[in-house]
């Protein structure tokens, strides 16, 4: 598995924006699809984002299409979401996520990432 360690979160008003950022470490970082999952206080976690080894291919949740950018620098070792026009329904603990699986298409279940961040709290005042 591979370890990961998000940061960037915090408090924002709405309309602001933020940049999560997530540290990857142990296996080659290029190997891992990666993606975002969040999860806010009395719902289920859900989907964000994800994005293919190459970066090439990414997904986004109808919530936050247009708003959310994933990217990755496998150089770095790093995943981004850049998080614009944020509103206070974003708010969520964000959670880092990797899957050693070659899926053909972008993961979107919880199931099929098997390395998980520790998450970082999102909190948008309106």
């Known amino acids: 598995q591979v370890q990961l360690v998000e940061s960037g979160g915090g408090l924002v008003q709405a309309g602001g924006s933020l940049r999560l950022s997530c540290a990857a470490s142990g296996r080659p970082f290029s190997s891992y699809a990666m993606g975002w999952f969040r999860q806010a206080p009395g719902k289920e976690r859900e989907f964000v984002t994800g994005i293919s080894r190459s970066g090439i291919n990414t997904r986004y949740a109808d919530s936050v299409k247009g708003r959310i950018t994933i990217s990755r620098d496998n150089a770095k070792n790093t995943v981004y979401l850049q998080m614009n026009s944020l509103k206070p329904e974003d708010t969520a603990v964000y959670y880092c996520?990797?899957?050693?699986?070659?899926?053909?298409?972008?993961?979107?279940?919880?199931?099929?990432?098997?390395?998980w961040g520790q998450g970082t709290q999102v909190t948008v005042s309106s």
């Open positions: 996520v990797a899957s050693s699986t070659g899926w053909t298409i972008v993961a979107t279940t919880s199931q099929q990432y098997d390395s």
